[in-house]
């Protein structure tokens, strides 16, 4: 009796325990916005940031399994993962558009120095 | 007693092997903590200190969460899920304080171009100013020297006659004014009018040189012509060079009758070719 007590009280609480995390869609959300973003930006060209995309998308494809498992608070967990990945990437894109344009700037101040050297 | 003793010392070695074991699991750091201290430590140390302070603070404070969950809870999905994080924002807060160094670096090349090409143009509005200030003292100088030019021709035509031909322009005073007949010293009255010529002559451009040339009429034998022409023009080049004008630039020459300005078989015309000429050259660099 006792036991079978024990294991309905456990079920009970397990169950609490998942009730008391939500489905984090909100979070997934999150990170799927961020990774349009970084998608929009362009982070297919910048190979760093192109990566930084890929582990998003991997870590949001394991959140929906994990949701889907009822498993919410790692669901949560890997969602926050892949919105940071895209955040990041989104991130390194701009780096690599401002690289750019320093360079760009660098040259020109050299143009402008030695205008004679003009290919 | 003496049962109980290999069973305790098996039991003790089991709880040992387990402690050991314990330790060794407790010791194993989730590999995501490992790179998200490395990761911070890294931003840290970096520009992120002074340019994205904000977003460095974030990461370290991602950072000490998962080192709480981590004591509290050892390794588990959900220290490795917060590292993940942490390491990210570390990351995140890196990139951003480079991506602010390269656009700084954008607006400092920005200034330094527009600097460089204010100087290009200061320097060449100098160089214009300084050709039109040229042109412009160029042309004064012209005008005084047209001036100075015009100035001599009005004070030589007052004083004998001047015109212009292949020579130069050619100063005529006659012979009668200057000498008495078959002499060659200067009269007084000649000294005066001279004296003005030479005056005239000196106010002019420095690089002109003078020929004062003897001439007679054809009268009397024509080696006695030649001297005495010479002689004349020796005359008026010394009273010249008296008066003041350098004698590098005034030569005297003799020529007799041989280039008469006028009929020799009337008195009219060898008064008129009794003269002495003085021929103005312009410098070359004038």
Redesign the interface.
């Known amino acids: 009796m006792t036991q079978r007590l024990i294991i309905i009280l456990g079920v009970a609480l397990a169950a609490a325990a998942c009730a008391s995390h939500p489905p984090p869609t909100d979070t997934m959300a999150n990170a799927l916005a961020s990774m349009r973003g970084a998608e929009e930006l362009g982070a297919a060209n910048v190979p760093q940031a192109s990566l930084q995309l890929q582990l998003a998308q991997e870590q949001l494809s394991k959140a929906r399994k994990l949701m889907k498992d009822n498993k919410n ?2 669901a949560h ?2 969602a ?2 892949a919105a ?2 895209a ?2 990437a989104i ?2 894109v ?2 690599a558009r ?2 750019k ?2 360079e760009q ?2 040259q ?2 050299e143009a ?2 030695n205008p004679e050297v003009r290919p | 007693m003496t049962r109980s003793k290999p069973i305790l010392a098996f039991a003790s070695a089991v709880t040992l092997v387990m402690l050991v074991m314990l330790a060794a699991c407790a010791h194993e750091t989730p590999r995501e903590l490992i790179a998200a201290r490395s990761a911070y430590e890294q931003a840290a140390a970096g520009p992120s200190k002074e340019l994205t302070p904000a977003e460095l603070h974030v990461a370290r404070r991602s950072l000490l969460h998962a080192e709480q969950l981590y004591d509290d809870k050892g390794d588990t ?2 220290v490795r ?2 590292a ?2 942490a390491l ?2 570390a ?2 807060a890196a ?2 304080a ?2 602010q160094l ?2 700084r ?2 607006a400092a ?2 200034q ?2 527009r600097q ?2 204010e100087q ?1 143009v200061a320097r060449t509005r100098s160089k214009l100013e300084a050709t039109q200030e040229e042109l412009i003292a160029e042309r004064e100088r012209r005008a005084a020297a047209e001036q100075r030019v015009a100035q001599v021709s009005a004070d030589l035509a007052r004083l004998a006659t001047v015109k212009q031909d292949e020579r130069g322009t050619v100063i005529t005073l006659s012979g009668s004014v200057l000498f008495a007949s078959g002499k060659y010293a200067l009269l007084p009255a000649a000294r005066t009018r001279l004296k003005q010529v030479a005056d005239a002559l000196m106010k002019g451009d420095p690089n002109t040189t003078f020929v004062v040339e003897g001439h007679t009429d054809s009268r009397g034998s024509a080696e006695l012509n030649q001297v005495l022409s010479l002689n004349r023009a020796n005359a008026v080049r010394d009273f010249l060079v008296e008066q003041g004008v350098p004698q590098e630039r005034v030569t005297a020459e003799g020529h007799g009758a041989e280039r008469p300005v006028a009929d020799n078989s009337t008195v009219e015309g060898r008064a008129n070719n009794r003269r002495v000429e003085i021929i103005v050259k312009p410098g070359r660099s004038a």
């Open positions: 608070e790692r967990n890997m926050l993962r940071n990945d955040e990041l991130a390194l701009r780096e401002a690289l344009a320093a700037a660098g020109r101040v402008v120095r | 999905s959900v899920d917060q993940y994080i990210r924002k990351e995140l990139t951003l480079r991506t390269a656009q670096m954008v090349a920005a330094q171009t460089l090409k290009e």
